[in-house]
């Protein structure tokens, strides 16, 4: 982020494949160096037979960041086609609202250009103008790539014919030039090659570093309007988050209570329960119990967790009746103290002062994490 910001861009998109993993530090990153931040991902779509095709959806706003993590989702779920994930056309077509699409060299529409199959192009282009309408580009890339030549030639033809919008676009692998060939040997350990391979597959050239903004317009200089379609989509995408804040499931509770209430009456009900089967501890009384119930529940609900406290439990209460063997895992504040009746397997009567757990003070002010690990399946819950 601070190249980005020596060279002086105002915006920049990062999009990951397949994943938004990246997107809450590249988000915070860019905010704090002043740059607008664009987000979105390259995601590969695979229609029944074929193989797969790549197109780069950005958020507009939150409404699309809501329909791409629902895309992306339903590819881990669903969409597994060897060691990457796809999304079906038809998902796409049904939940594309508030994203905008970029296809290119790698998208349904440059295959079949390079195929010389200029219908087939054409029909691509048909039918995502009609499911983002004013929200379609082609993109431009000059890299230096076998073939982007050729491409850019056809692409820019077609989309005058279609009267749809340019966009320049640079394809950053690093951020330097100089980078290359350390990016070329990364490239060889993950596909396990050697440098010295004269077969190997060249993807990438030295001219895919991070460009200033006169580099840019040097380069596509003949096409300006493809350089403001770039500026123009950057103002375009707006989204906002609110980082730094917690939303949690609503748990359903019975009709006349609330998250804190409820939770109050079954941990009350719970902690009688377990004092029936169990004594004392030595030098306690019933009072000291009640008194270090209610201040364990006051400070959960003071930071706002009645309704996480309540989901871990619900997790460990379904593995317990359906005889699942189960304990918690990171979860010492709901878990390993909290008396409710369905809190935990067992629970150890602790004599001490102390608050339940580290993670669960105000101080913390953060969410405590919690993992339910069933003994039987070995999956974390």
Same mark, same amino acid.
């Given at each position: 982020?601070?190249?980005?910001?020596?060279?002086?861009?105002?915006?920049?998109?990062?999009?990951?494949?397949?994943?938004?993993?990246?997107?809450?530090?590249?988000?915070? /990153? =860019?905010?704090? +160096? !002043?740059?607008?931040? *664009?987000? #979105?991902?390259?995601?590969?779509?695979?229609?029944?037979?074929? @193989?797969?095709?790549?197109?780069?959806?950005?958020?507009?706003?939150?409404?699309?960041?809501?329909?791409?993590?629902?895309?992306?989702?339903?590819a881990?779920l669903?969409?597994?086609?060897?060691?990457y994930?796809?999304?079906?056309?038809?998902?796409? /077509? =049904?939940?594309? +609202? !508030?994203?905008?699409? *970029?296809v #290119?060299?790698?998208?349904?529409?440059?295959?079949?250009?390079? @195929?010389?199959?200029?219908?087939?192009?054409?029909?691509?282009?048909?039918e995502?103008?009609?499911?983002?309408p004013?929200r379609?580009?082609?993109?431009?890339?000059?890299?230096?790539?076998?073939?982007?030549d050729?491409?850019?030639?056809?692409?820019? /033809?077609?989309?005058?014919?279609?009267?749809?919008?340019?966009?320049?676009?640079?394809?950053?692998?690093?951020?330097?030039q100089?980078?290359?060939?350390?990016?070329?040997a990364?490239?060889?350990?993950?596909?396990?090659?050697?440098?010295?391979?004269?077969?190997?597959?060249?993807?990438?050239?030295?001219?895919?570093?991070?460009?200033?903004?006169?580099?840019?317009?040097?380069?596509f /200089?003949?096409?300006?309007?493809?350089?403001?379609?770039?500026?123009?989509?950057?103002?375009?995408?707006?989204?906002?988050l609110?980082?730094?804040?917690?939303?949690?499931?609503?748990?359903?509770?019975?009709?006349?209570?609330?998250?804190?209430?409820?939770?109050?009456?079954?941990?009350?009900?719970?902690?009688?329960?377990?004092?029936?089967?169990?004594?004392?501890?030595?030098?306690?009384?019933?009072?000291?119990?009640?008194?270090?119930?209610?201040?364990?529940?006051?400070?959960?609900?003071?930071?706002?967790?009645?309704?996480?406290?309540?989901?871990?439990?619900?997790?460990?209460?379904?593995?317990?009746?359906?005889?699942?063997r189960s304990?918690?895992?990171?979860?010492?504040?709901?878990?390993?103290?909290?008396?409710?009746?369905?809190?935990?397997?067992?629970?150890?009567?602790?004599p001490?002062?102390?608050?339940?757990?580290?993670?669960?003070?105000?101080?913390?002010?953060?969410?405590?994490?919690?993992?339910?690990?069933?003994?039987?399946t070995?999956?974390?819950?």
């Amino acid at each position: 982020m601070r190249r980005c910001v020596a060279l002086g861009l105002p915006a920049v998109a990062v999009t990951d494949q397949s994943n938004l993993f990246g997107l809450v530090k590249f988000f915070r /990153a =860019a905010e704090a +160096a !002043g740059i607008k931040p *664009i987000c #979105g991902a390259d995601l590969w779509v695979q229609p029944d037979g074929q @193989g797969p095709h790549r197109i780069t959806l950005l958020c507009q706003d939150r409404e699309g960041y809501l329909a791409l993590s629902r895309l992306l989702s339903r590819a881990y779920l669903e969409g597994h086609a060897g060691d990457y994930v796809a999304i079906r056309p038809e998902w796409l /077509a =049904a939940d594309h +609202a !508030g994203l905008f699409a *970029i296809v #290119g060299r790698h998208s349904a529409f440059g295959h079949a250009l390079a @195929g010389g199959r200029l219908d087939a192009a054409a029909a691509v282009l048909d039918e995502l103008a009609a499911q983002f309408p004013d929200r379609l580009y082609v993109e431009i890339t000059r890299c230096g790539r076998d073939g982007e030549d050729a491409y850019a030639t056809a692409a820019i /033809a077609l989309a005058r014919r279609k009267d749809l919008p340019l966009l320049a676009s640079n394809d950053v692998r690093f951020i330097d030039q100089e980078d290359a060939e350390a990016h070329e040997a990364r490239v060889c350990i993950a596909t396990g090659r050697v440098l010295e391979d004269p077969k190997r597959p060249r993807d990438y050239t030295d001219a895919q570093y991070l460009k200033s903004p006169q580099e840019m317009a040097e380069l596509f /200089a003949d096409l300006p309007d493809a350089l403001e379609n770039t500026i123009e989509l950057a103002k375009r995408c707006n989204l906002e988050l609110s980082l730094g804040t917690y939303y949690l499931p609503d748990f359903p509770v019975p009709e006349g209570h609330t998250l804190e209430s409820w939770m109050r009456e079954q941990s009350r009900q719970g902690l009688a329960a377990r004092l029936e089967k169990h004594p004392l501890a030595e030098g306690r009384s019933r009072q000291d119990y009640d008194q270090r119930l209610e201040t364990e529940l006051e400070v959960i609900f003071s930071m706002g967790f009645p309704g996480y406290f309540l989901i871990v439990a619900d997790f460990i209460n379904w593995a317990k009746a359906t005889a699942s063997r189960s304990a918690p895992g990171a979860a010492p504040a709901p878990a390993r103290w909290w008396p409710g009746r369905w809190a935990s397997p067992t629970w150890t009567r602790c004599p001490t002062t102390c608050c339940s757990s580290a993670s669960s003070t105000p101080s913390a002010c953060r969410c405590p994490t919690s993992t339910s690990t069933s003994a039987w399946t070995g999956a974390t819950r």
